[in-house]
């Protein structure tokens, strides 16, 4: 019986796709197919069985799913994720950051670097590209052990991808902290612990899973870019200057799934995070 169910998910999956066997799109769709199907088989295994309401509610709560299709049908068209889709497609004409590994200390690293902001991986194909980080980023031109420091106390903040101490420990993290407050001057644009709130997104809690769906849900919001937001949509929707909110596209269920999924926090047999 199970074996019927992953196959006949695996099957209404393929469905979907165009049915020539040499078309590229048709080849990913088949090899996606067969990975949620397999993802499926894990799923039922770490569950110890198939719920009452059946085995595709599993798929249908799993951030590694639907997670990815959710990502490709609303966030791809400007975000990539290493280049794709999120179900294996190429992303042709990013106009925004690409999101893999987004909230790392690698991913936080390149976005602290002048080069890296304004290049394509960042923020190159956006009007931020000429804005005020991108000219304080080159006035400041930081250091790689400055760098190195903020970018282990940002990703202090995000906690993704299974998140330990970086080597340095916690006193790198604090003189971090102590540069964003003192030298390089955050603080005059950036929020940080409800200290001098400015322009700028907020970095309390930067990058961490609450800060991402609240920013995906409305990036106009204060703690967010505001009025100064670049064509990113309010997925949860937004207070508008009548006073009533605006419709979002997403519920606040398929946020948190995207979040889960660029954060890779979907449940594995080993019972970790990741």
């Known amino acids: 019986m199970l074996y019927g169910l992953i196959g006949g998910f695996l099957i209404l ?4 796709f165009n049915h020539d066997a040499n078309d590229a799109e048709y080849k ?24 009452p309401e059946g085995a595709l509610t599993l798929a249908y709560e799993d951030p590694k799913i639907r997670g990815a299709r959710l990502y490709a049908a609303h966030c791809s068209s400007c975000h990539p994720h290493g280049g794709k889709d999120g179900m294996g497609g190429e992303v042709k004409e990013p106009s ?16 602290l670097d002048h080069e890296g902001y304004v290049g ?30 903020v970018s282990a106390a940002l990703a202090s903040e995000a906690k993704v991808y299974g998140y330990s101490t970086p080597e340095g420990g916690q ?40 800060w991402m769906v609240r920013f995906i849900g409305d990036p106009t919001h ?17 207070m508008q200057e009548d006073g009533n909110m605006s419709e979002g596209e997403l519920s606040r269920e398929e946020v948190e799934l995207i979040v889960g999924w660029l954060r890779e926090e979907w449940p594995r047999a080993d019972g970790k995070a990741r």
């Open 13 to 16: 999956t393929a469905m979907g």
């Open 28 to 51: 990913q769709g088949v090899a996606n197919a067969h990975a949620e199907a397999d993802r499926l088989k894990e799923l039922i295994s770490i569950k110890g069985g198939i719920p």
């Open 96 to 111: 925004a950051p690409d999101l893999k590994g987004v909230g790392s200390k690698e991913w936080i690293a390149g976005l």
């Open 120 to 149: 394509p991986k960042y923020f190159g194909n956006t009007k931020f590209r000429k804005g005020k980080m991108a000219d304080h980023l080159l006035d400041l031109d930081m250091l790689p052990e400055e760098i190195e420091a």
């Open 171 to 210: 006193e790198l993290i604090d003189s971090g902290f102590d540069l964003m407050f003192e030298d390089l001057e955050c603080a005059d644009c950036h929020g940080i612990d409800g200290e001098d709130e400015g322009s700028g997104p907020s970095l309390t809690g930067y990058m961490s899973r609450d």
């Open 222 to 238: 204060d703690d967010f870019y505001g009025k100064k937001n670049d064509r990113m949509p309010s997925f949860l929707g937004a």
